[in-house]
Structure formats: C-alpha cells, structure tokens
C-alpha cells in the first residue's frame, strides 16, 4: 500500500511539472506582450495603427514608403530619458522576443548604442520585422507585419535611413491625428 501511494504522488508531481513546463513554454515573448507592459509607463510615447488609420502610413516620404512596402499592423514605442537600468532591462526583453522566431538582419551591441533589426520570414518574404535602438537617453522599438522586400528592410541598418523613417513616420502620424478645431471645417 505504501508503495502505491508513493507511486501515486510522485506520478502526480511529474504531470503538475510537465503541465507547468508546457504554460511557460507556450508563453513565449512577443512584441505585443513588451508593447503592452511599457505602454503606460512613464516617459513613453506609444502608438498602434488601427485599421482604420493605415491611410496614415500612406503619407510618408516615397523613400521611407518604398522601403517598408504594405504594412498591415504598426506599433511604435519610445522610452525617453532612460537609466542604465531601465535601457539593460528593455534590452533583455527585446533580445527574449527577438529569441522568439526572429532571425536578425542586423545587430550592433555597444556600451553607447544597441541596434537591433530582426524578420520572420515566409519563403523569401519577410513578414514581421522589429526595429529596436537604444542609446543611453532613449529607446525605440518598431513593430511592422506586412509582405516586405528583405533587401528593403536591410536599409534601415544606414541610420540615417532610419532616423528619417522615424522622423517621417511621427511627424505624418501627429499630423493626422491632431484634431482640426477651425470652425470651417
């Protein structure tokens, strides 16, 4: 009879620990999960293009535009004036996501700057791309799925291509969103 029970309990602590891998597992990281959790934390700036607004994403400059192809989902998220701590941490969780079926383009890891640009792919078709900088005052991240050109998407490791995009996508984005308060209209 004792060793029944012991059988029992060790049979019942082998499915609680199987049950248990196969949860963590089956939550892996993902851009959503980093974009919901920083979302409202202070000193960010946050966005995700509806459906709706994919007009917005039409009036970018026709360089930026013929770089990224047809987006489907955006989301953006800016953390400025950030601590060592808080930019390490934000990098840990983007390289667990970047992890999580990502292969990367482009990856630079230096104590000023930390670039970051990695795709999943369908065929010969990038599907999802991240677009992560951090720099000692303020972090980036990009979130773009769509059918895009992986020789396109090699681009944005030019910074200058990027700070444009970054800069042309905001700027396009506030403008389109501000509300028009002229009684005219």
């Given amino acids: 009879m004792l060793y029944f029970y012991t059988n029992t309990f060790t049979m019942k602590q082998l499915f609680l620990v199987v049950c248990l891998c196969m949860l963590l597992m089956s939550?892996?990281?993902?851009?959503?999960g980093f974009y919901n959790t920083h979302k409202a934390?202070?000193?960010?700036?946050?966005f995700q293009v509806p459906n709706f607004m994919k007009a917005v994403l039409?009036?970018?400059?026709?360089e930026v535009k013929h770089a990224i192809g047809n987006i489907s989902d955006f989301k953006y998220i800016t953390f400025k004036d950030v601590n060592a701590l808080k930019r390490q941490r934000l990098v840990t969780e983007?390289?667990?996501?970047?992890?999580?079926?990502?292969?990367?383009?482009f990856r630079k890891n230096t104590p000023e700057q930390t670039r970051i640009i990695s795709v999943r792919e369908a065929g010969t078709v990038v599907t999802d791309v991240i677009i992560f900088?951090?720099?000692?005052?303020?972090?980036?991240?990009?979130?773009?799925?769509g059918n895009f050109d992986p020789e396109k998407i090699k681009s944005f490791t030019d910074e200058?291509?990027?700070?444009?995009?970054?800069?042309?996508?905001?700027?396009?984005?506030?403008?389109?969103?501000?509300?028009?308060?002229?009684?005219?209209?």
């Fill in 94 to 105: 983007m390289n667990a996501v970047t992890n999580n079926g990502y292969l990367d383009v």
């Fill in 160 to 185: 200058d291509t990027f700070n444009t995009f970054s800069n042309d996508l905001l700027q396009n984005y506030k403008t389109n969103i501000t509300p028009s308060f002229n009684p005219q209209n």
């Fill in 41 to 46: 934390d202070l000193g960010t700036t946050s």
């Fill in 58 to 62: 039409g009036n970018i400059s026709p």
């Fill in 27 to 32: 939550c892996g990281s993902s851009f959503q």
């Fill in 133 to 145: 900088n951090s720099s000692k005052t303020e972090t980036t991240a990009y979130y773009l799925q």
